[in-house]
């Protein structure tokens, strides 16, 4: 069982700046092992995926973010964070953090809104 609990999401211009955190509480080595990410679902859309990160560090991106995010882990504090650069009103969403490894865990979401 795994834990997921977001943060550093809120209101910011376009053209800013957020870095999402996830903090997962789980046995400190199992972390190691999932393969970590964050989706987003927008008011009316559904749940997309925006970045994810393995266990050896392979990273994906949703075409939407590439360029403008990067997805990274810190193993040592079973965090997964994501920062966003270049941020538009359409990266207006909650976004929530996914352990993966033989079964999905999810958060519960930080809401991003960019709007000036």
């Known amino acids: 069982q795994v834990q997921l609990v977001e943060s550093g999401g809120g209101l910011v211009q376009p053209g800013g700046s957020l870095r999402l955190s996830c903090a997962a509480s789980?046995?400190?080595?199992?972390?190691?092992?999932?393969?970590m990410g964050w989706y987003r679902q927008a008011p009316g859309e559904q749940r997309e995926l925006v970045a994810t990160i393995t266990s050896t560090g392979s990273t994906n991106y949703a075409d939407s973010v590439k360029g403008r995010c990067t997805i990274s882990r810190d193993n040592a504090k079973n965090t997964v964070y994501l920062q966003m650069n270049s941020l538009k009103p359409e990266d207006t969403a909650v976004y929530y953090c996914?352990?993966?490894?033989?079964?999905?865990?999810w958060g519960k979401g930080t809401l991003v809104t960019v709007s000036s």
């Open positions: 996914i352990a993966r490894w033989f079964m999905d865990f």
């Open positions: 789980t046995s400190g080595s199992v972390f190691d092992f999932y393969t």
